[in-house]
C-alpha cells in the first residue's frame, strides 16, 4: 500500500519531508499540498505531481488523502490537528503539537472522544540512534539509575523572527521532550538561569540561558541553549548514573589530521544532524498507518511538552523555581 499524504504548510522542514518520502522513505507519496502561500503550494504540488488546495479543510477532507503530515508554523497546528480528528485521518504534525497546554489539551479532548489514537508528535530525537542507545543503556540497569544529564543546543545563529520565548518553547522542546522519553517520568519544577548575554545577539533575546529541570524522582536535567553560538549546529547530552556516564558522541565519520590539527566537520543544522532520525521516525510512521496503528510521539506527549514550556516561559522572566503541575494522564494514553 502506499499511503497518499497530504501536506499543510510546506516549507523548509515540510519540503525536507518530501525529499525523504520521494527518495529513500518507502510506502508513502505526498500528493496534495496546501499552504497560507498558494504560489508555494502549486510550486510543491507541481514539484511532486499533486494536487494544491486552497485551505487546508478541503485537503483533510479529500478522499485522495490517506493520511495528513502538518508542517506549518506551531500557532496554526491546533485546528488543522482536530479538522484530522473529525476526519478519522491520521496525522503527523512537527513540534510542538501546540503552542499551549490548553490548546493541546483541548485536542487530546477530540482524540478520546473519537475513540482512536491519530496524532503523532513529531519529537524526532527519539528515533537518533545515539539517544536510542543512551537509552537503553539506562533502561538495562548497566550504569544504575540516572542522577543528572548535561544537554546542550547550539545554533549557528537565528532570524529576526525568533522571539525571546522560543529559546523555551521552539528550542529547549526538543530537550523537554527527549529527557521525559529517556527518564521515563515528568518533571516537577524549572528555572532559568542567565548568564552574560552574547553580543551576537538579537537585543529582545535572553542567549545563553540555562534551563533547569527536576524530575518526579530528583533526577537534575540542565540544557544550556545558545542559539547564536556562530560555529555550528552543536548538540550535546551526558547521562550521569550511579555506575557510569553516557555520553553522545560528535556524529562524525570522519576525523581529520593535518597541519592545522585534528579536527572533525560540525554539522550546521538540524537536517545534517539528525537526518537519519527523520527517515526513522517518518517511515515508522507510514508502516503504522498503513497497518491501521498509531506510532511515535502522542499527543499526551505534545501536551506535557507544552507544560513545561510553559512553565520554562514563566522562569525566564521570573526569579526561582516555578513548580510545573499537569493533569492525570489519561488511560486513553497509557
Avoid at 508513502?28 to 499540498?33: D, E, F, I, M, S
Avoid at 555520553?247 to 537536517?271: F, I, K, P, S, Y
Wanted: proline share 3%.
Amino acid at each position: 500500500m502506499t499511503v497518499r499524504i497530504g501536506m499543510i504548510g510546506p516549507g523548509g522542514m515540510g519540503k525536507a519531508h518530501i525529499e525523504r518520502i520521494h527518495s529513500v522513505i518507502a510506502g508513502g507519496r505526498v500528493v496534495a499540498v496546501t499552504d497560507v502561500n498558494a504560489d508555494n503550494a502549486q510550486a510543491v504540488a507541481d514539484s511532486v505531481g499533486g494536487q494544491a488546495f486552497a485551505s487546508a479543510a478541503e485537503l483533510i477532507n479529500s478522499p485522495d488523502v490517506d493520511a495528513v503530515m502538518i508542517t506549518s508554523h506551531g500557532p496554526a497546528h491546533e485546528p488543522d490537528v482536530l479538522e484530522c480528528i473529525k476526519a478519522g485521518k491520521y496525522v503527523f504534525c512537527e513540534k510542538p503539537l501546540t503552542p499551549t497546554a490548553e490548546a493541546a489539551a483541548r485536542i487530546m479532548e477530540a482524540e478520546m472522544a473519537g475513540g482512536k489514537k491519530l496524532v503523532t508528535v513529531g519529537f524526532m530525537r527519539r528515533f537518533d540512534a545515539s539517544y536510542r542507545e543512551m537509552k537503553k543503556i539506562l533502561d538495562d540497569g548497566e550504569v544504575g539509575e540516572a542522577l543528572m544529564v548535561h544537554c546542550a543546543h547550539r545554533n549557528p545563529t537565528v532570524p529576526d523572527f525568533y522571539t525571546w520565548d522560543m529559546a523555551i518553547n521552539d528550542t529547549a522542546i526538543h530537550e523537554i521532550d527527549t529527557m521525559r522519553w529517556l527518564l521515563g517520568e515528568e518533571f516537577v519544577s524549572a528555572r532559568v538561569d542567565k548568564p552574560k548575554k552574547t553580543s551576537l545577539r538579537f537585543e529582545h533575546l535572553q542567549d545563553p540561558l540555562v534551563l533547569i529541570l527536576t524530575s518526579e524522582s530528583g533526577v537534575r536535567v540542565d540544557d544550556e541553549v545558545f542559539v547564536n553560538c556562530q560555529y555550528g549546529y552543536d548538540i550535546q547530552c551526558e547521562l550521569v548514573a550511579e555506575r557510569g556516564v553516557v555520553r553522545l558522541g560528535d556524529q562524525e565519520l570522519v576525523h581529520r589530521a593535518d597541519a592545522q590539527g585534528r579536527r572533525n566537520r560540525l554539522t550546521m543544522d538540524h537536517n545534517q544532524r539528525f537526518g537519519q532520525a527523520f527517515v526513522t521516525e517518518v517511515q515508522e510512521w507510514l508502516t503504522a498507518v498503513a497497518e491501521d496503528r498509531h506510532t511515535g510521539s502522542s499527543s499526551w506527549d505534545g501536551y506535557a511538552a507544552a507544560v513545561v514550556c510553559d512553565a520554562g516561559v514563566k522562569a525566564l522572566t521570573e526569579d526561582g523555581e516555578v513548580a510545573i503541575t499537569m493533569m492525570d494522564k489519561p488511560a486513553f494514553y497509557a
